[in-house]
């Protein structure tokens, strides 16, 4: 397994306890309501917070070990992190975003290509489009040659077109690359159309019946009951 | 017309602009983001400049600076001569003067700063130093602009804290708020008057410069 994740931590409301791994050409849908302990997840993943206990190992390189007290901070990890809005440097020109940690600058003009932001190379964050950005976001984190992608509802605040264009893009970049993703969202439709596997979240604990759940209680999602049943589903724990 | 004196409160300012630029930014940045006991504590203790009389901060810093109080000892144990009644010891009593005026701006502007950049530094690799100056420092060049323009303000026109440290050498300590002091009470109020006169357009343009770089 590429990635492998045990993880507990304690906080106000709830207290998260999971455990899953991850294949490197999988990707990772960490789905549930909001509240539920998905970002805390991946900010534990990533290293900008702290579990109580656990360990994290990516790539055969551990980041985290509690038993051994090890502890790599993010700058250590090689991940990409892609937040949900307003991450891009504003002091920055949409190339020099992209290009801010990059280890190769011609793999960031091919990168701009590829999400149809090269010809804004020269625009400030804050002159472009949400979908703009994101994908300029991406492009700023793949840049950095990263082990494990991970991205926490990157396009929750875009329209809804753009939303569905952004996750074609993504789906399609996905399978250009040979390592994990991990992908946060509370949206049903939008884990569907993404994963490799599902792993349903709901108060900082694996529950396996939550997607069932959740589809039969509200037909409005636009699915049925054996959507997911679909082969591309498959639970992880 | 006393140029020398003016020429000393613009080396004055400008030194001490220059310094506590460099001095201050590190010390808010510490107080903009790091949580420890004590903190208010240290934190008062910066702006007391803010609420003490300047002649007594003057007295207090006469001692500390004098060849018998630790600032002075120290100074002088690192090869730095006397600091009393010479213009390094004013540029001293300045930075401590102006202190308050320096890190109040810059620490807000640090602290408007959204956290995700800085974390988002951190996740593409970036040292907390190097996430300092080449993400915090670039988004609040505002508030370091309004920082420079107060402190240099401020030290051009100290006036008590300068007269209990440096006395009133010419081309020494001797700066123009003394000079106009001396002036008026010399009755030579022409002279006064024309030094006054230097400030206005000074202070104007800069807090003109201040009320944009606030817009902004």
Known sequence: MALQVVLKKKLEYIDIDVSFSCEADSLLVLIGPSGGGKSSIIRMMSGLDKPDAGSIVCNGKTWYDSESRIFLPPQKRRLGYVFQDYTLFPHLSLYENAAFAAVDKKEVDRLMEFFGIGHLREQRPHKVSGGERQRCAICQALA????????????????????????EELKHLKQKLSYPFVYVTHDIGEALFLADEILPVVDGKIDKGWMQRTITREPSAGLSP???REPRLSLVY | MDYLSLFVSFKLAVVTTSLLMILAAPLAYFLAYARFPGKSLLEAMLNLPLALPPTVLGFYLLVMMGPMGMGGRMWESLGGGPLLFTFTGIVVAALVYSMPFAIQPMKAAFEKIDRRLMENAYVLGLSRLKTFIRVIIPNSLNGIAAAAI????HSMGAFGVLLMVGGSIPGETKVASI????????????????????FIPVSYGFLLLMNRLNRD
């Open chain 1, 226 to 228: 054996k959507a997911t």
């Open chain 2, 179 to 198: 000079a106009i002091y001396e002036a008026v009470e010399t009755m030579k109020y022409t002279e006064a008057a024309l030094m006054s006169l230097c």
């Open chain 1, 144 to 167: 950095r040659e990263p082990q494990l992608l991970l991205l926490d509802e990157p396009f929750s605040a875009l329209d809804v077109i753009t939303r569905r264009v952004l996750r």
């Open chain 2, 150 to 153: 107060l402190v240099f303000l």
